[in-house]
């Protein structure tokens, strides 16, 4: 009989719940539940419904049950930075801010003026990027100071169901706070910008045992189960399910296009802060040497903006038919969090002296051409910063599934694109459940095992 493990693996737009076992050797998988995920507008700002999917995930669990896969372990993965603030009481304090918000604004520059951002990178690692955790907290000065805790998000969502907190190290890692040296809290970071530091939790590494399902939530869900920590960060699962052991080149494509490689000391140098490249932290204390780009969310946004009229594959074929061929930076700030996706590209190219989209398919087609330039920009970066050629670019996560996106990341970096797993973030994470239960055993082993089990397509 097959030990079942369940990874609850949340994005920006939307979730699901995915059992995994072995056989023979092959990991196998089913999606048991999936929802949609995304922001509301409260109090002014751009908020998560955390009550929200705390629900969907035991409508999962439940689902789990109903199906007779009963889960020897849980892990739950989230997007990085956001964070819920806790009372005395365990009780959430304020809404909890989505990383789009505008409150941020002018907060890199508020936090530079007590640590200089050369000094923040030496020591963290981290890009300072305007979403990051340590701008956020910035900005929740009054929340922050009736604090006890601070919970990322997936630990909060481990703390709803077992009544344990406990802070996971890959999360923690992109916080800005984090000492690419300890891989502890840098104290005197947090001292100097007048945080709380009793509100940071000891830091823990995947694979650490969370707790069991309080008493209340197996009854709902009809079972009892451990809650382990994966990487928690689905960045950092999503980088375990690249299926190779070599130095490999990856993009953890979906909302955001995360490309990067694994290394095992940090690059702290100015160039490479120049560069915008940052450090996270990774499983067994790697580092993910990666750059952040906005990724589909501009596809994402557009389509929303049509109503879903046309399909992602609609949208594809109007890109191809088109002409336009203007190139804009797909990481400028106005493409974050715009009332008009559509509206910000134009007014972008108007005051760049660029030629303006006249159709969707000129405005689909310049997303995915500047999508890729800034692919093989990345490459050439890294190449340059690392010492190293890569060879083939790993495409994984759902945008992998983007043939005409992967066509012109081949093209424009001018190497051999393999795509997949469409799940990797799910399977990165059931991968470290596996490797603490005795299944797997090592993350090398992992690696082999799912270049085995799932489709890794080569693109023409």
Not at 50 to 60: P, S
Not at 103 to 124: C, F, H, S, W
Not at 155 to 170: A, I, K, P, S
Request: proline share 3%; with cysteine; charged share 25%.
């Amino acid at each position: 009989m097959s030990n079942y493990y369940i990874a609850v693996d949340i994005g920006a737009s939307s979730g699901r719940l995915i059992a995994a076992w072995l056989d023979n050797g092959i990991m196998k998988t089913e999606e048991i539940h999936r929802f949609d995920n995304g922001v509301v507008r409260k109090n002014g700002h751009l908020c998560w419904e955390i009550d929200k999917l705390f629900c969907e995930i035991k409508e999962g669990l439940k689902k789990c049950k109903a199906v007779g896969k009963i889960p020897t372990t849980i892990g739950i993965d989230t997007w990085a930075v956001d964070f819920v603030l806790l009372d005395k009481n365990g009780e959430v304090i304020g809404d909890t801010v989505a990383y789009r918000d505008n409150r941020t604004d002018g907060m890199i520059e508020k936090v530079a003026n007590i640590i200089p951002q050369l000094e923040q990178y030496e020591r963290t690692g981290i890009q300072p990027q305007v979403f990051n955790t340590i701008y956020q907290l910035m900005a929740a000065k009054d929340e922050l100071n009736k604090a006890e805790k601070l919970l990322f998000v997936p630990e909060y969502l481990n703390y709803l169901l077992t009544g344990v907190m406990m802070t996971e190290y890959t999360n923690a890692s992109t916080s800005g706070m984090v000492s690419a040296k300890t891989k502890n809290w840098d104290e005197d970071i947090i001292n100097r910008l007048g945080y709380k530091k009793e509100i940071f939790g000891e830091i823990h590494m995947p694979s650490t045992v969370v707790g069991k399902l309080k008493d209340e939530i197996a009854d709902e869900v009809g079972f009892s189960c451990d809650i382990i920590l994966p990487c928690t960060h689905d960045t950092g699962s999503a980088v375990l399910a690249v299926p190779s052991n070599e130095k490999a080149l990856y993009i953890s494509s979906g909302t955001w296009s995360l490309m990067g490689c694994e290394i095992m000391e940090p690059d702290v140098s100015e160039e490479s802060l120049k560069l915008g490249f940052t450090n996270e932290g990774g499983y067994d204390y790697r580092f993910r040497y990666l750059k952040n780009i906005m990724g589909l969310w501009m596809i994402q946004s557009v389509r929303r903006e049509l109503n879903k009229k046309y399909s992602f594959d609609e949208l594809c074929d109007m890109a191809r038919e088109s002409t336009f061929d203007e190139i804009i930076d797909v990481n400028d700030k106005s493409f974050l969090a715009p009332d008009s996706m559509i509206n910000a590209i134009s007014d972008y190219c108007k005051n760049n002296s660029l030629k303006q989209p006249q159709s969707i398919g000129d405005t689909v087609r310049t997303i995915y051409h500047s999508l890729a330039k800034c692919y093989a920009d990345t490459v050439n970066g890294m190449e340059k910063m690392l010492g190293v050629t890569f060879g083939t670019v790993n495409i994984v996560g759902g945008g992998s599934k983007d043939s005409y996106l992967n066509e012109l990341t081949a093209k424009y970096t001018g190497k051999p694109v393999t795509a997949g797993p469409t799940e990797a973030t799910a399977i990165g994470n059931i991968l470290v459940q596996m490797i603490a239960a005795g299944e797997i055993k090592d993350l090398a082993d992992g690696r082999n095992i799912i270049k085995n089990s799932f489709d890794i397509t080569e693109v023409k």
